[in-house]
Structures are given as structure tokens and as C-alpha cells.
Antibody
Framework: EVQLVESGGGVVQPGGSLRLSCAAS????????MHWVRQAPGKGLEWVSL????????YYADSVKGRFTISRDNSKNSLYLQMNSLRTEDTALYYC?????????????WGQGTLVTVSS | SYELTQPPSVSVSPGQTARITCSGD??????AYWYQQKSGQAPVLVIY???KRPSGIPERFSGSSSGTMATLTISGAQVEDEADYYC????????????FGGGTKLTVL
């Protein structure tokens, strides 16, 4: 059974940093690209970032490019999102999601999310 | 930046057919994906690659795409199908960036 468990969310001041983690199990982790998707309170879904299965290719939404870094440790079956220079508009529930196939097909299975609140 | 456009809301009576549209300039070249999100829950994939249904998704859910519009159809909508629905795709520039539509609230009553 596929399981994705996000952690690392919390309250941080504007300009601060936070590192999110996503622990994966139930599938061959390095066979799949992984996504981060966020959802601000009461708002729609926003795609944030994608990393290839081998970690060699990364892609970002314009809204986070230059501030967020996606990475993965395939030996630990873990996905990460390093978030720097946080802004109040980054407040959201952050989901990690397994790609549908090996490449960039789109988010398939989703975790339950971890909440990030950026506030002074 | 690339955008996908959905109607904010769709309302049907139980047993009727619900159709939710998603328009985007790159849809003739890129697949559309559809997600269902019930209140307080994580999204669930209901259609991928325009028209394929994942295992476990009821047959009443179907998808199609023509030109710049993709459509999610729920044939014989049930009360439990009431949820927010989002389309997803990527733009055609080759930058691999994903984009979600704004979401459609489906009311079944």
C-alpha cells in the first residue's frame, strides 16, 4: 500500500525558513518523480515543484523559484522541500504526491499534507 | 503564465449527468488530469491522460478532451460525488511546470 507522510510544517515568521519532509513507502521510490502541491486556506490547489526519480531534474512554479529547493534521498525513500525567504502568501497545506508514472505525468497518489503558517 | 479555466460551480440533481469543463491553450498537445477533493481530505485522482480511469474509481466518472477543452463527466451523479474538482495539466513550452485549474464546486442535491 502506498503511503506518503509529510512532516516539518509549523509557524514561521516572514523571511524565515522551513524544511518539509515526505516519507514514502509501498512503492519503488526512485522509479517515480515526486511533486509538492500546496493549498492556501479556503483556496484551490497550486502546483509547487517536481523532481525526477533520480533527482537530476527539478522544476518550480514561478511563485517559489529561487526561494524553494526540492530534493530527495532515494536511500531513505524521502522527499524534501527547503523553503527560504518565506512570505505570508506561502501559508498553506503542503502535500507531497507520487507521480502517476515514472516521468512527469502528474500527481497520482497524495499524502495528507503538512500545514505551514507564515505569520509575525 | 499558463492558465486552466474551470467554472466555479456546477449543480445537478442526483441521477443527472454532471459535466465540468477545463479550458487551456495547450490542451490539444498536453494531457488533462482530474482530481476530486472532498471537504477536509486530500485530493484523489479520478481521471488521467484525458480519459483513463484509475482502479477503484467508479465507472460513472469519465473524461474526454477536444481542442482546447477537457471535460469530466459524471454520469448519474450521486450525493457522495459532491466535492471540489480540479483539472491539471502542463504548458506546452517544455518547462515541465504543472498548473491546476481554479476548481469547480459540484453540488448534488
Amino acid at each position: 500500500e502506498v503511503q506518503l507522510v509529510e512532516s516539518g510544517g509549523g509557524v514561521v515568521q516572514p523571511g524565515g525558513s522551513l524544511r518539509l519532509s515526505c516519507a514514502a513507502s509501498g512503492f519503488t521510490f526512485d522509479d517515480y518523480a515526486m511533486h509538492w502541491v500546496r493549498q492556501a486556506p479556503g483556496k484551490g490547489l497550486e502546483w509547487v515543484s517536481l523532481i525526477s526519480g533520480d533527482g537530476g531534474s527539478t522544476y518550480y512554479a514561478d511563485s517559489v523559484k529561487g526561494r524553494f529547493t526540492i530534493s530527495r534521498d532515494n536511500s531513505k525513500n524521502s522527499l524534501y522541500l527547503q523553503m527560504n525567504s518565506l512570505r505570508t502568501e506561502d501559508t498553506a497545506l503542503y502535500y507531497c504526491a507520487k507521480d502517476i508514472s515514472g516521468g512527469n505525468s502528474g500527481p497520482g497518489y497524495w499524502g495528507q499534507g503538512t500545514l505551514v503558517t507564515v505569520s509575525s | 503564465s499558463y492558465e486552466l479555466t474551470q467554472p466555479p460551480s456546477v449543480s445537478v440533481s442526483p441521477g443527472q449527468t454532471a459535466r465540468i469543463t477545463c479550458s487551456g491553450d495547450a490542451l490539444p498537445k498536453k494531457y488533462a488530469y482530474w482530481y476530486q477533493q472532498k471537504s477536509g481530505q486530500a485530493p484523489v485522482l479520478v481521471i488521467y491522460e484525458d480519459s483513463k480511469r484509475p482502479s477503484g474509481i467508479p465507472e460513472r466518472f469519465s473524461g474526454s478532451s477536444s481542442g482546447t477543452m477537457a471535460t469530466l463527466t459524471i454520469s448519474g451523479a450521486q450525493v457522495e460525488d459532491e466535492a471540489d474538482y480540479y483539472c491539471y495539466s502542463t504548458d506546452s513550452s517544455g518547462n515541465h511546470r504543472g498548473v491546476f485549474g481554479g476548481g469547480t464546486k459540484l453540488t448534488v442535491l
